[in-house]
């Protein structure tokens, strides 16, 4: 467990798994800027089969209340930017449930996220990506400590349509 000042990551356990599946295939728990279609039933089942939701190339942990309720989580992957380990970043990403955002909630998370991985794995950066028009989003990045660095200009292909995103990093050492 992971603890921070209002709410804490955790390990995904197979118990978790049929609330995660139900979260990945409701749209309205995704939002508008998490949402890229329908997914298979059970999705996050085979993971647990493969190499489990942490490792490290990937990971997912849950978001919980200090109670112990679920209420998003939080998710990492690797990209590379070279040949090598030594390139290696990771990207960030969270899906709050809808009756739990805009409480400060996302920014602790991200951060307590970041925080993880630079302690866990030899990495310089660690970046996140969101829709331009997703202002909470980029508030909470920047609260969490991460900066603006630019935007990727139509990279996203969701809703029908191509979206610019915005490009947030945080360095080792910041």
Do not use: C
């Not at 089942?45 to 978001?63: N, W």
């Not at 998003?72 to 955002?101: K, Q, T, W």
């Not at 990045?141 to 945080?170: C, P």
Request: proline share 7%; charged share 20%.
């Amino acid at each position: 467990m992971i603890r921070g000042t209002r709410i804490n990551l955790r390990t995904v356990g197979p118990a978790d798994l049929p609330m995660l599946d139900a979260w990945a295939a409701d749209p309205e728990f995704a939002s508008e800027y998490n949402f890229f279609g329908l997914v298979p039933p059970n999705a996050y089942t085979p993971r647990m089969a493969g190499d489990g939701t942490l490792s490290e190339r990937h990971g997912t942990l849950l978001v919980v209340l200090p109670d112990g309720t679920p209420v998003g989580d939080v998710s990492f992957r690797d990209v590379m930017y070279g040949p090598g380990s030594g390139s290696r970043a990771y990207n960030i990403g969270i899906a709050l449930a809808p009756e739990h955002r805009g409480q400060g909630y996302g920014s602790e998370a991200q951060q307590l996220l970041a925080a993880y991985l630079l302690a866990t794995y030899p990495i310089m950066r660690i970046e996140a990506s969101t829709d331009i028009t997703n202002t909470p989003e980029q508030r909470a990045l920047e609260k969490a400590g991460f900066q603006r660095e630019g935007v990727l200009r139509k990279a996203q292909w969701r809703n029908g349509g191509w979206h610019d995103l915005v490009v947030y990093s945080q360095l080792r050492g910041e």
